[in-house]
């Protein structure tokens, strides 16, 4: 079993919503960071938002105000609520569970597709 997986994610009309959830199989998940990222087609991929083991958030610009995280330690589990999305928006998203350098895992990625 991979250590995280990713589920979520498809196509939507700009103005849509989407929700991704990331699951972690690892032991102590509160002590682990979540952060999404995303790479657009032909673009390097950028990170989008996080979630530290400390409860701290943080957000890109242009996702802020749009975009929410929530978590639930006793599930082990990270979601990214995507509201009002705009074409800019398409990308593969990927997950992130790090907990130091040697415990940093990956999730296999999922597309979000924003049509105008």
């Known amino acids: 079993q991979e250590p995280v997986v990713q589920s979520g994610g498809g196509s939507v009309q700009a103005g849509g919503s989407l929700r991704l959830s990331c699951a972690a199989s690892?032991?102590?998940?509160?002590?682990?960071?979540v952060a999404w990222y995303r790479q657009p087609p032909g673009k390097q991929r950028e990170f989008v938002a996080s979630?530290?083991?400390?409860?701290?958030?943080f957000y890109i610009d242009s996702v802020r105000g749009r975009f929410a995280l929530s978590r639930d330690n006793s599930k082990n589990v990270v979601h990214l609520q995507m509201n009002n999305l705009n074409p800019d928006d398409t990308a593969v998203y990927y997950c992130n569970a790090k907990r130091s350098l040697m415990q940093s895992y990956w999730g296999q990625g999922t597309q979000v597709t924003v049509s105008s």
């Open positions: 690892v032991r102590a998940f509160e002590r682990y960071t």
């Open positions: 979630w530290t083991d400390e409860g701290n958030t």
